[in-house]
């Protein structure tokens, strides 16, 4: 079993920067691809990105690529996920999954674990 929990949600301006964090517990975080993934009001949940258990590869839906960067730390057993340039159609509740495997993942069925969210609202 594996519990994460995301945090470093919140409101921030066009333009502006935030890092979402996922820590997670439970044993063996290092076999175990992690995502990111997002939902806004009345739209189905998306993938943002993901990345693989070793971080070595990484993956990114077009609407984040060059603004966002997702990376971990095996030693902390945390997934980041840090978003620049951010607009106001990034608003959403923001969850990190987790799927076993090496590789990384696409697709929400690839995932068995996953956080409660947490909000990111971007507007002036």
């Known amino acids: 079993q594996l519990q994460l929990i995301e945090s470093g949600g919140g409101l921030v301006q066009p333009g502006g920067s935030l890092r979402l964090s996922c820590a997670t517990s439970?044993?063996?975080?290092?076999?175990?691809?992690m995502g990111w993934f997002r939902q806004a009001p009345a739209k189905e949940r998306e993938f943002v990105a993901a990345v693989s258990w070793s971080g070595s590869s990484t993956k990114y839906a077009d609407s984040v690529k060059g603004r966002f960067t997702i990376s971990r730390d095996n030693a902390k057993n945390t997934v980041y996920l840090q978003m620049n340039s951010l607009k106001p159609e990034d608003t959403a509740v923001y969850y990190c999954?987790?799927?076993?495997?090496?590789?990384?993942?696409?697709?929400?069925?690839?995932?068995?674990?996953w956080g409660q969210g947490t909000q990111v609202t971007v507007s002036s």
């Open positions: 439970g044993r063996s975080f290092n076999s175990y691809a």
């Open positions: 999954a987790a799927g076993p495997g090496s590789a990384y993942y696409t697709g929400i069925r690839d995932y068995a674990y």
